[in-house]
């Protein structure tokens, strides 16, 4: 199937980590995304990992592939009030014209 | 901003009725996308469009049909619309097939 799964809530305590995790379906996938969508507004790229690399930093961000369970995770480190956001995870399925099918998209919601 | 332009932002519209959501991408960018967006089923693909042609198809009802223009906007006409229709429509465009621009969504209501 093209599944790809994620909790879908999770609160957090500013300034602790978060980490949010999807699995996805298709083992041949080159990329794997992040994209954040803020209330009111549409998705935007957050970051991406090749599928030839284990791991991705970027500022407070850092992404974990484990290709062998086809488990991806974000984590974000000292987590602001400003991420509260929903997080999907998305996938780029091979085979023909490829398209970027996303999971449901987990809640982040950030509290004092 | 993205650069992606969605109208309307906002529609309310009755079951059995027709509209048309429309989209205009970002300069240069020859593909675009449809995505729905409802609380129940999450974000679905529905159709990718590049340089006026149909590349890819995902969950799109027979109800439901679209087009890009050679200017490269794309419209999405929703006919015989039910409730279950409600939702948040996306549009993106993009260069490469997983680096996608969105607008911020034509949010249609079917009363």
């Known amino acids: 199937g093209e599944d790809v799964e994620q909790s879908l809530f999770l609160s957090v305590r500013e300034g602790d980590s978060s980490v949010i995790n999807c699995t996805y379906t298709d083992s041949s996938s080159t990329y794997l995304y992040w994209y954040k969508q803020e209330p009111g507004a549409g998705l935007q790229l957050l970051t991406y990992i090749f599928s030839n690399m284990d791991m991705k930093q970027d500022q407070r961000l850092t992404v974990l592939l484990n290709k062998k369970d086809k488990h991806l995770s974000l984590r974000i480190a000292d987590t602001q009030t400003g991420d509260s956001a929903i997080y999907f995870c998305a996938e780029i399925l091979s085979g023909g014209y490829n398209k970027l099918i996303f999971g449901a998209g987990t809640r982040l919601a950030v509290h004092p | 901003d993205s650069g992606v332009t969605q109208t309307p932002k906002h529609l309310i519209t009755a079951t059995g009725q027709r509209v048309t959501l429309r989209c205009s991408p970002r300069?240069?960018?020859?593909?675009v996308y449809w995505y729905q967006q409802s609380l129940d089923q999450g974000l679905q693909f529905l159709i990718q469009?590049?340089?006026?042609?149909?590349?890819a198809k995902g969950n799109i009802l027979e109800r439901f049909s679209a087009q890009q223009f050679p200017d490269l906007h794309s419209e999405l006409n929703l006919s015989s619309l039910e409730l279950g229709d409600s939702a948040l429509y996306f549009c993106?465009?993009?260069?490469?097939?997983?680096?996608?621009?969105f607008g911020e969504g034509s949010r249609l209501t079917v009363l």
């Open positions: 469009y590049y340089n006026g042609e149909e590349r």
């Open positions: 300069s240069g960018d020859l593909s």
């Open positions: 993106a465009s993009s260069v490469e097939a997983g680096e996608l621009f």
